[in-house]
């Protein structure tokens, strides 16, 4: 399960003007055609995909259950991949 939240850098409580600003910085960041990197339009779809998600408040809310869900029913994988997120962000 992906963290769209750590996709845009933001906490999980970030109101809906941060998630934009967040994008928008991310976005210009990785646009492909501002950034030569071979993975910027892998990343620029997640950002996207991020965006999409968390300026929804439906879809919001229904994948907050699910990360909490995760937590609850599989926490050795939700905390793997908590970590692995995390640390990887962190290298780059």
């Known amino acids: 399960m ?11 409580d ?3 003007p941060l998630i934009k ?3 928008r910085r991310k976005a ?6 501002k950034n ?8 620029f779809r997640e950002i996207q995909e991020a965006y999409d998600l968390l ?3 439906g ?7 699910n990360r909490r869900r995760s937590l609850i029913e599989n926490p050795l994988e939700a905390a793997q991949d908590i970590w692995h ?5 962190v290298l780059q």
Do not use: M, N
């Open 85 to 89: 997120t995390y640390i990887h962000k």
């Open 55 to 57: 300026s929804d408040a």
């Open 59 to 65: 879809k919001r809310q229904a994948h907050d259950e």
């Open 36 to 43: 030569d990197s071979p993975d910027a339009p892998i990343k």
């Open 28 to 33: 210009s960041q990785f646009h492909p055609d």
């Open 14 to 16: 970030a109101s809906l």
């Open 2 to 12: 992906k963290d769209y939240y750590a996709v845009l850098g933001i906490e999980v």
């Open 21 to 23: 600003s967040a994008y």
